[in-house]
Nanobody, 126 residues
Framework: QLQVVESGGGLVQPGGSLRLSCVGY????????VAWFRQAPGKGREGISC????????NYADSVKGRFSISINDAQNTVYLQMNSLKPEDTAVYYC???????????????????WGQGTQVTVSS
């Protein structure tokens, strides 16, 4: 069964950092496009970062550009989201998603994905 599992969420003070992990089971993430979404209480789901298959491209939402960084470790079959300079408005449940479809950089934050994780809570508060 193909699935992705997120981890790494937690409570952090404003200005702090966290690194989220997305591990693929049953398939190689290197052959998939992978994205991170988040959903804050009372708000819709937001695509914040994505990486193309084989790391061919990356893309970021304006809300996280310059603070977040997405990367892939093929040996560990893991996609990471490094989050720096965290703000209270970054508080949300963060989801990892993957698709085997070939995506463009422009569409990877807004397209549909086939495989979703269960989410990990990130809370930014003093």
């Amino acid at each position: 069964q193909l699935q992705v599992v997120e981890s790494g969420g937690g409570l952090v003070q404003p200005g702090g950092s966290l690194r989220l992990s997305c591990v693929g089971y049953g398939f190689s993430l290197d052959y998939f496009a992978v994205a991170w979404f988040r959903q804050a209480p009372g708000k819709g789901r937001e695509g914040i970062s994505c990486i193309g298959h084989s790391g061919s491209f990356t893309n970021y939402a304006d809300s996280v550009k310059g603070r977040f960084s997405i990367s892939i470790n093929d040996a560990q079959n893991t996609v990471y989201l490094q989050m720096n300079s965290l703000k209270p408005e970054d508080t949300a449940v963060y989801y990892c998603a993957a698709t085997g479809r070939v995506l463009s950089q422009e569409m990877c934050l807004s397209t549909s994905y086939n495989y979703w994780g269960q989410g990990t809570q990130v809370t930014v508060s003093s």
